[in-house]
């Protein structure tokens, strides 16, 4: 087919008088072709083919036969070289595809040409035998002249034929506006409130004074009715809001709406059963996390796959990793242990706090006046262990202690009792990609002060909570623990190299005082020995105030040694203070909370949400919620139970954060196997799974193409592609279970 006929060049022509009024990037004034024959009307030249595809013109397109039997969907492409893109400049992408028989997926991507292979756009079709047009506009990242157009047919077990036709990359045309669907202005959490819990909402309207509202049952009877509030603008959204406060109805029962200024909200229960549920469901994302080990799809139905990493073509393995080139002479069996991310990399330093917070869920319901340790005993979460007399959430978590027990230096060696940093593949690898299909090289990075000290506290941990389980274990760990913290004193300052993020996260962090804190306290609470509570006592961080707006994550790790401190019984001098700090630092997340129209206790400096905000919001109500443990009063059992409220629904997206809680919830978080946005043949994540959130650095290109200039709230995209707003993460889902579980207990 020629590009555009005649009939099309005069409607353009007519077009032109119209467009003349519009400003120059309208009217698409400098729109530049740069794909050169992409209409196949002088053959198919530049084009080009892997060599296991044979291509030709077939009726005016390009026709490629695809084999079948491939593994990845790069393994089969047909594409274009040497094409310029201008960073910040918006380009449309489109193209007509076929595709027979159906049931074929295409990704299409624009990217860089020579490893490492950046893809800067990519979109996963599924082109039917009758052909269709697509259409997508993008904003490049980057300044190159070595960016190529390519469609990736590979990846199917059996062989298909593609055709394509008029493709082009159309640059300068006017950078699309996305706009959010964000449904009824009545915000609410859409799981549940608790029957004798806070219940707000939060209303978007023009409106600057009082409105009317009414709760609805699922009959449609009004069952409680009062007035709003108006908050004027909200600065983490830039909207102007008014909100409800319905906590005065005790009822309980399904299917509630709430309704104000013409507006219906999304429905809703009273009830605490979600929250048992999503105890549950977010500590069995761990399973389907593991790495070396078959997923059983009898315990996951939907999620069987096989084991990855094992050494299993095309997998190189983590039964034999080496080094970074110069950086040891050894190689170590480091198999096992959870996938981090929607990466298939494995980081001690993230492991750790995840282990720590999974523990902590578990270590809470034996301390806290609310704690049930039945909830979360043997059988509840559907494990290969289930049956083991071993309480679930403990073989969880031992399969990731396993593997950070195994990333400790041996003896004998240069940095022996220090651990490595991470293991993760030699190059970033696209998406999809089971993790049995990774064909990477596994390489260990430099041993950091940091990751050691996350190994000694959560082996620390791990001592004591499976000591009445599992004696030789807990003493394998403690043994590795005081090791490991041997090696950190003796090497106090070997930090994560910030630049060491090729194939896998860097990691940075350039201070690992907190690291020491906090191992110091969980070595002392386990052995209750006096140089760990010199250090514990000695450390500045004791007293200092660590409960900021960016209050605990991988890399500040001083509260989990506080919020241990002050939890698990111990003899500490001073204790009294530690539980202070504590409780002072919940009131400061409740003046938060309530300043907040949306009722988070999150106001990050500058309204900058940070990467992984869903779980900072998590872990600042971790720490109201311990204060309620502590003392008992009311005000922290609201305030934590309220802050669940944004990340089921109550937010200016109108999304709920965990897969599957809600009508609307986010189900297309970045993954390589949970890739079913790419995919049709592969699942979404899991129920329980939470997403990352939103994210003001909107580092990756498709967020910076939807949302470049958003507010706070909205720096968010549920699409797998957004790694910086939407990733899958065991630190986060940490986070989760243990409010979930602290909620299901105030049921
Ligand atoms: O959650 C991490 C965030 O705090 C960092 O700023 C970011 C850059 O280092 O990395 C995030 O963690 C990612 C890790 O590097 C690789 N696996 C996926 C993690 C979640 O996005």
């Known amino acids: 087919m020629t590009r555009r006929g005649t009939a099309l060049l005069a409607v353009t022509a007519l077009l032109a008088a119209a467009f003349a009024a519009l400003p120059a990037a309208e009217a698409g004034a400098d729109e530049v072709e740069q794909v050169r024959n992409g209409t196949f009307d002088t053959g ?196 102007n809001v008014q909100s409800i406060d319905f906590g005065a109805y005790r009822g309980h029962g399904k299917d509630f709406t709430l309704v104000a200024d013409g507006e219906t909200s999304r429905p809703f229960d009273i009830g605490a059963g979600a929250y048992e549920r999503l105890r549950l469901d977010s500590l069995k994302y761990y399973y389907t996390q593991r790495s070396g080990i078959a997923i059983s799809d009898a315990l996951r139905p939907g999620y069987g796959r096989p084991a990855g990493h094992l050494g299993t073509a095309p997998n190189q393995g983590d039964t034999n990793v080496p080094c970074r080139p110069g950086l040891c002479d050894y190689t170590l069996d480091v198999t096992g242990g959870w996938y981090d991310a929607g990466d298939h990399g494995k980081y001690v330093v993230n492991g750790g706090i995840a282990t720590w917070e999974l523990l902590s869920t578990y270590e809470r319901s034996l301390h806290a006046r609310t704690g049930r340790s039945g909830k979360l005993g043997d059988g509840t979460l559907a494990l290969p262990e289930s049956g083991n007399k071993v309480p679930d959430v403990l073989d969880e978590g031992r399969w990731e202690l396993e593997f950070l027990l195994k990333m400790q230096v041996p003896d004998g060696q240069p940095l022996a009792g220090m651990a490595h940093s991470k293991v993760h593949d030699a190059q970033w690898t696209g998406l999809p990609l089971l993790p049995s299909d990774d064909p990477q090289k596994r390489e260990l990075h430099a041993p950091t002060t940091q990751a050691t000290l996350n190994l000694a506290a959560t082996a620390a941990q791990a001592a004591r909570l499976y000591r009445p389980y599992d004696r030789a274990f807990a003493s394998r760990a403690l043994t590795a623990a005081r090791k490991a913290w041997a090696a950190a004193l003796a090497h106090p300052e070997v930090y994560p190299d910030p630049d060491d993020g090729t194939g896998g996260g860097a990691y940075p962090d350039t201070d690992a005082t907190d690291e020491f804190y906090w191992a110091a306290a969980e070595l002392y609470l386990t052995t209750g020995e006096k140089q760990f509570a010199d250090h514990v006592l000695g450390s500045p961080l004791h007293t200092a105030d660590i409960f900021a707006s960016l209050g ?53 400096d500058g309204n900058r949400y940070d990467w992984g905000s869903n779980a900072q919001i998590l872990n600042n109500a971790h720490v109201v919620a311990t204060a309620y443990d502590l003392t008992g009063a009311a005000k922290y059992r609201d305030g934590a139970v309220q802050s669940m409220d944004y990340l089921l629904g109550r937010n200016a997206l109108n999304v709920s954060y965990v897969t599957g809680y809600g009508e609307v919830s986010a189900h297309n978080e970045h993954s390589r196997w949970y890739a079913h946005e790419l995919d049709p043949a592969l699942p979404n994540p899991p129920s329980g799974t939470l997403a990352g959130g939103a994210n003001s650095g909107i580092q990756d290109p498709y967020a910076q193409s939807k949302l470049r200039g958003c507010v706070g709230q909205f720096c968010y995209i549920d699409d797998i592609q957004s790694w910086s707003t939407n990733e899958t993460a065991i630190n986060w889902n940490a986070a989760l279970a243990w409010m979930a579980s602290f909620v299901a207990d105030q049921g």
Not at 574 to 590: I, N, W
């Open 552 to 604: 605990f994550d991988w890399g500040r790790t001083a509260a989990a040694g506080r919020l241990d401190l002050a939890t698990v019984p111990s003899g500490l001098p001073g204790r009294d203070k530690v539980l202070r700090s504590v409780t002072k630092a919940a009131d400061t997340y409740l003046a938060t909370l309530k300043s907040e129209p949306y009722g988070m206790p999150y106001a990050p």
């Open 44 to 239: 198919t030249e530049p084009w080009w083919t892997t060599s296991n595809v044979t291509a030709g013109l077939s009726g005016g397109q390009l026709c490629a036969d695809v084999p079948g039997g491939t593994a990845n969907r790069w393994d089969a492409a047909v594409g274009q070289n040497d094409i310029t893109l201008v960073k910040g400049e918006s380009y449309r992408f489109s193209f007509k595809a076929s595709g027979s028989p159906e049931g074929h997926v295409v990704r299409a991507i624009v990217g860089l040409q020579v490893s490492p292979y950046d893809t800067w756009y990519e979109v996963s079709p599924q082109p039917t035998p009758s052909g269709d047009g697509y259409s997508y506009t993008f904003t490049s990242p980057v300044d190159t002249a070595q960016a190529q157009v390519a469609f990736q047919v590979g990846g199917g077990a059996d062989p298909w034929r593609f055709c394509l036709d008029d493709v082009s990359l159309l640059g300068g045309v006017p950078p699309e506006v996305y706009e959010p669907d964000t449904g009824p202005r009545v915000r609410v959490n859409q799981v549940a409130y608790l029957p004798d819990g806070p219940k707000n909402a939060t209303l978007v309207t023009a409106a600057t004074t009082k409105l009317p509202w009414r709760l609805r049952n699922a009959g449609g009877r009004t069952v409680a009715h009062g007035w709003t509030v108006p908050r004027g603008t909200d600065v983490s959204s830039a909207q």
